[in-house]
């Protein structure tokens, strides 16, 4: 009951936020109702997409990490013989 009325209240703030901006830069109560209606719309849209990305995201850091301590942990294994340079 407490998260329905929690996502409720989300829902409604979004509107009316989306509505009190568009209405005051426009003054039109009809573009504010349409902006109160999309933005919703658009956010339930978007948002999946953007948890996708922000995946895949991680799953790129995670991998560069993990290469990372496996080239450490290779050249800590079979150091590089490194001979100083010659002069002539």
Do not use: C
């Given at each position: 009951?407490?998260?329905?009325a ?10 009316g936020?989306?509505f009190?901006i568009?209405?005051?830069?426009t003054g039109?109560?009809a573009?504010?109702g ?6 919703p719309?658009v956010?339930v849209t978007?948002?999946p997409l953007?948890?996708?990305m ?7 850091v ?5 290469n ?8 800590k294994a079979?150091p590089?013989d490194v001979?100083p340079l010659?002069?002539?």
């Amino acid at each position: 009951m407490v998260t329905a009325a929690k996502t409720t209240s989300q829902i409604t703030m979004h509107m009316g936020v989306a509505f009190g901006i568009m209405y005051v830069f426009t003054g039109s109560v009809a573009l504010g109702g349409v902006a109160a209606v999309l933005e919703p719309i658009v956010n339930v849209t978007l948002l999946p997409l953007h948890d996708k990305m922000w995946e895949r995201i991680r799953a790129k850091v995670e991998a560069r990490k993990a290469n990372a301590k496996a080239v450490a942990a290779n050249n800590k294994a079979n150091p590089v013989d490194v001979k100083p340079l010659q002069t002539a």
